[in-house]
């Protein structure tokens, strides 16, 4: 049996940026996981350009490590690094 490969288009990683910038660039976890639900769907896949896959909750730990993000407790803020370009 093959595994199943997921072959809905990712959402990049700098689109949920700019819904988090939308939000005044910083947001409660919560708060951002339901506007990314209404801007993408409460089953979106996030990417990145390298082509890997992410949930949401992987999505804003690989944004941190980038430093695109800061996460203090339940909070989101947006990072020092700026996103890369639309694709």
Not at 16 to 34: N, Y
Not at 61 to 67: E, I, M, Q, V
Request: glycine share 12%; aromatic share 8%.
């Amino acid at each position: 049996m093959e595994p199943l490969v997921d072959e809905r288009a990712p959402v990049f990683g700098h689109e949920l940026l700019s819904v988090l910038q939308e939000m005044g660039g910083k947001a409660g976890v919560d708060a951002l996981r339901r506007a990314a639900a209404d801007a993408f769907g409460a089953d979106a896949v996030y990417g990145n350009c390298h082509g890997d896959r992410f949930s949401f909750d992987e999505v804003l730990a690989f944004l941190a490590s980038k430093g695109k993000v800061e996460r203090r407790g339940d909070h989101v803020f947006l990072g020092n690094v700026p996103a890369c370009s639309d694709h």
